[in-house]
Structure formats: structure tokens, C-alpha cells
């Protein structure tokens, strides 16, 4: 690992502790943008295409490509922004091509998450600024490489879709954690249930559909049969593209659980979970996990649950900070304070306070990026935050996989038991690989 890497990690809670702080956090301008931004999506459903009617939204936007690998996606895609825009898009099956147009400046990735670390780079090299969603990278190495060449090519503006950092109330809560008003924070928790009213139903192997461009899809992936239940939305419940809900809901809310508490990285991990809801071989993430991270001040928890809806303080999602003298409960609604009672009178420590949540985080997310295209600045989300929260989240799935609990050397910047370090990469097939940085 070259020094860079390695200052990068040391200083990462610094720079998480200044980015995003009130009077900067929003970043995004109103009136009329003098520069157009030429944008194309990779990857079209889902998440990106979300992020794509967004980005239409603002002024003097204009799609210039839609690149996905199954043609039926890309058809009815193109017709919706057709319909938007009055204008069909130019669409495209390899992303390669998208970054070889000229005409671009600008690429949203909403990919699977094997496919965002590459494409990035490559998009990058090819002079494009990159919004680029979360988790940011696949594995712990792939982090460290987006940061180095994010700082490699200063002049493209690169945005995690952590939108969350462009909510201010998630900023409001924290300074109250920060404040000291709670007390004593020892314990954090953090967790998502997403509610699923059944279990993934079994699905065979099959031929690949004639649509869909199976071997570009796997890319960097390991070869597998096509089956229903690796494609698209359900990809997130495989290793080979994905880390199941840590990865996909983690990093959003142990972002903030480590951001409020000014924490840097924890020294050990401790598992729990497993597949309980699920039959053998239909998902490969557990659909029950917990992760218990070390910090020297304070335990922090992670929970999820694919099947059930109902999480702790009866949220399916959020991040808790219990302190000695009341609670504060956050989540994309707002947030909300509950005091601890004190003596035989009852009397509450602190006083209860309810807060409204910041609307439309992801509009904020966008036009804080197109406003540093066009006249710089920092984004709310830069490649740093996506690493930090994404190695965290990683390290949460390692301690699972491996079944033990795992320690973090930071001076080292690896783990120290060898299992663990062997999962802090990925292999990649054939002719796929990182650029060099």
C-alpha cells in the first residue's frame, strides 16, 4: 500500500468530521446554469434511472446515452426520457462506448456494485465528472483505489450517491450527539428491516434470455449460470456483485452512526447472523446479520433483517445514539430525542425534542454536483466519505464470512488475521481489471 492510501485512511475521519457541515452542506445554487451538462446513464434500472429524471429536472441537462445490457430495459427507459424530454437518447450495450463519446462530460453509474470501481476509473480517465452510486466500491481494495484516482484527476468532480449528506437534518442531529446534550453516547446502533413479505422464491439455472448481454454483465464477476435470482434487483444477495443489506442500506446509515460520534475506524469486529428465512442456495448474504464494532469510546451495532419490517424504537430503519441522560433516534424522517428519567420523581434528564426530516435529499445531491461541475467547490458526498462508510460496511460482511471476530491493525491498515485479509480483495475475470493508479 503507497503512502497516499495510507494518509488517506489516518485522515479520513478528519475530512469525514468537515465535509458537509451546515453552511456549506448544501452547496446547490438556484437560477439559471450557464454550462450544459451532457449526461448519460450505465446501468438504467432501478437507482440510476431515478438519479438520471433527477438530474432531467434541473436546467440545461441534457441525456446524451443510456447504456444497460438487457435491451429491454434500454427500450422502455429511452421511451420514458423520449417522453420527458421529447427527444430519444442514444443508446448503447457496452459502456466503453459511452465513454468515448466525446459529447459526454458527464456519467451517472448505476450499475450493480462490481462494476462501479472499473467503470469509474475508466470514466475518469476518459475526462468524465462521475456520479456514482453507492456502496461506492465491491471490496476493502477497491475503496482505497477510487480515492487514488479521484485524486488523480483533479479536474473531474466525482459524487458517491449518498444523498443522505445532502439532508440537513442528519447534520442537525449529529451536532446535538456532538454537543454532549445526551450524556455519555457509549452505544450506537444502526440497522434496516426491509420487509419483505416472503421469503426469495427458489429459481433454476436457465439458458440466458436472448435480450440481455449475460457475459458483459458479469464483467469482472466470476463466471456462473444465468439465473433469475442473480439478475438484476436480487444480484444484491450474492458476494460475487454484491454485500447483501450491509452494503446496500450500511453504508447510508453507518456513515452517520460514525460521522456524529467523530469515530475513525473500529478495532475489532465481532459476527452474528446467518440465513434463517431462506432456503439453501437461494441468497448467499444472511437475511438475519448483526455486526458489533469496537471503538474506544463507545460500541456500535448493526442490524438487518430482509424479511421482517419492524426494527428497534419500531423503525425499519435508522441510527441510535443512546446516551446516559436520553436517546436520539434518526432516521430519513427527522429525528427525535427521548430523555432518561432521573431520581424518585421521575424527572427527565433532558427535554424531548421531535424534528422534521430534510425533503428531497437527492434533488439537493444533485444540484450540489452539478453546481461544482460548473463553478467548483466541494461535493457532499466526495470519493472519501464512499470509502470510509463502504470499508466499514465491508469489514461488518468479513467478520460474517469468515465467523470470527476480526481485529483492524490501523497503523498496518489491514486485518490481523490472514482469513480476513483475503477477502479485502476481489478477483476479476478475463480481460477485466483496474486501471492503474
Given at each position: 500500500m503507497n503512502s497516499d492510501r495510507?494518509?488517506?485512511?489516518?485522515?479520513?475521519?478528519?475530512?469525514?468530521?468537515?465535509?458537509?457541515?451546515?453552511?456549506?452542506?448544501?452547496?446547490?445554487?438556484?437560477?439559471?446554469?450557464?454550462?450544459?451538462?451532457?449526461?448519460?446513464?450505465?446501468?438504467?434500472?432501478?437507482?440510476?434511472?431515478?438519479?438520471?429524471?433527477?438530474?432531467?429536472?434541473?436546467?440545461?441537462?441534457?441525456?446524451?446515452?443510456?447504456?444497460?445490457?438487457?435491451?429491454?430495459?434500454?427500450?422502455?427507459?429511452?421511451?420514458?426520457?423520449?417522453?420527458?424530454?421529447?427527444?430519444?437518447?442514444?443508446?448503447?450495450?457496452?459502456?466503453?462506448?459511452?465513454?468515448?463519446?466525446?459529447?459526454?462530460?458527464?456519467?451517472?453509474?448505476?450499475?450493480?456494485?462490481?462494476?462501479?470501481?472499473?467503470?469509474?476509473?475508466?470514466?475518469?480517465?476518459?475526462?468524465?465528472?462521475?456520479?456514482?452510486?453507492?456502496?461506492?466500491?465491491?471490496?476493502?481494495?477497491?475503496?482505497?483505489?477510487?480515492?487514488?484516482?479521484?485524486?488523480?484527476?483533479?479536474?473531474?468532480?466525482?459524487?458517491?450517491?449518498?444523498?443522505?449528506?445532502?439532508?440537513?437534518h442528519w447534520f442537525d442531529a449529529s451536532e446535538v450527539v456532538r454537543s454532549g446534550e445526551l450524556g455519555n453516547v457509549n452505544l450506537v446502533k444502526a440497522w434496516i428491516y426491509k420487509g419483505y413479505d416472503f421469503p426469495i422464491k427458489p429459481e433454476t439455472d436457465t439458458e440466458t434470455p436472448t435480450h440481455i448481454d449475460y457475459d458483459m454483465w458479469l464483467g469482472p464477476a466470476p463466471q456462473k449460470a444465468f439465473n433469475k435470482n442473480r439478475f438484476h434487483y436480487n444480484f444484491r444477495w450474492f458476494w460475487d456483485y454484491a454485500g447483501g443489506a450491509m452494503t446496500d442500506w450500511g453504508v447510508h446509515l453507518l456513515d452517520f452512526a460514525d460521522y456524529a460520534m467523530g469515530a475513525a475506524f473500529p478495532s475489532k469486529v465481532s459476527p452474528g447472523g446467518g440465513i434463517y428465512n431462506h432456503e439453501k442456495g437461494v441468497i448467499e448474504t444472511p437475511d438475519i446479520q448483526q455486526a458489533i464494532y469496537t471503538y474506544p469510546t463507545h460500541s456500535m451495532v448493526w442490524e438487518c433483517g430482509l424479511n421482517p419490517a419492524i426494527g428497534p424504537y419500531g423503525t425499519g430503519h435508522g441510527v441510535a445514539f443512546v446516551g446516559t441522560r436520553g436517546t436520539l433516534i434518526l432516521t430519513r424522517n427527522g429525528w427525535q430525542v427521548y430523555a432518561e428519567t432521573r431520581g424518585s420523581d421521575k424527572e427527565p434528564w433532558i427535554k424531548a425534542v421531535k424534528k422534521e426530516g430534510t425533503p428531497d435529499g437527492l434533488k439537493l445531491h444533485v444540484k450540489n454536483f452539478l453546481k461544482c461541475i460548473r463553478k467548483g467547490g466541494k461535493v457532499n458526498a466526495p470519493v472519501e466519505v464512499g470509502a470510509k462508510a463502504g470499508i466499514i460496511a465491508e469489514m461488518g460482511n468479513?467478520?460474517?464470512?469468515?465467523?470470527?471476530?476480526?481485529?483492524?491493525?490501523?497503523?498496518?491498515?489491514?486485518?490481523?488475521?490472514?482469513?480476513?485479509?483475503?477477502l479485502t480483495k476481489v478477483s476479476y475475470r478475463n480481460q477485466w481489471k483496474l486501471p492503474a493508479v
Open positions: 495510507r494518509d488517506f485512511i489516518k485522515k479520513s475521519a478528519v475530512v469525514t468530521a468537515g465535509i458537509g457541515v451546515a453552511p456549506a452542506l448544501l452547496n446547490a445554487c438556484e437560477g439559471s446554469p450557464s454550462d450544459k451538462i451532457c449526461v448519460a446513464l450505465i446501468g438504467c434500472r432501478s437507482m440510476g434511472f431515478s438519479n438520471l429524471m433527477v438530474f432531467l429536472e434541473e436546467k440545461n441537462v441534457e441525456c446524451l446515452g443510456l447504456c444497460d445490457v438487457d435491451s429491454k430495459v434500454l427500450e422502455e427507459k429511452a421511451s420514458e426520457v423520449e417522453k420527458i424530454t421529447q427527444k430519444r437518447p442514444p443508446v448503447y450495450k457496452d459502456f466503453r462506448k459511452v465513454l468515448e463519446n466525446p459529447d459526454i462530460n458527464t456519467v451517472i453509474i448505476g450499475t450493480p456494485d462490481h462494476w462501479h470501481a472499473i467503470i469509474m476509473m475508466m470514466a475518469l480517465e476518459a475526462g468524465k465528472h462521475v456520479y456514482v452510486e453507492k456502496p461506492m466500491g465491491h471490496s476493502i481494495e477497491e475503496c482505497q483505489l477510487m480515492v487514488e484516482a479521484a485524486s488523480k484527476y483533479p479536474g473531474q468532480v466525482v459524487q458517491v450517491g449518498m444523498w443522505q449528506r445532502s439532508a440537513q468479513i467478520a460474517y464470512r469468515v465467523g470470527e471476530v476480526i481485529h483492524w491493525d490501523e497503523k498496518a491498515m489491514k486485518f490481523k488475521e490472514e482469513a480476513a485479509n483475503k
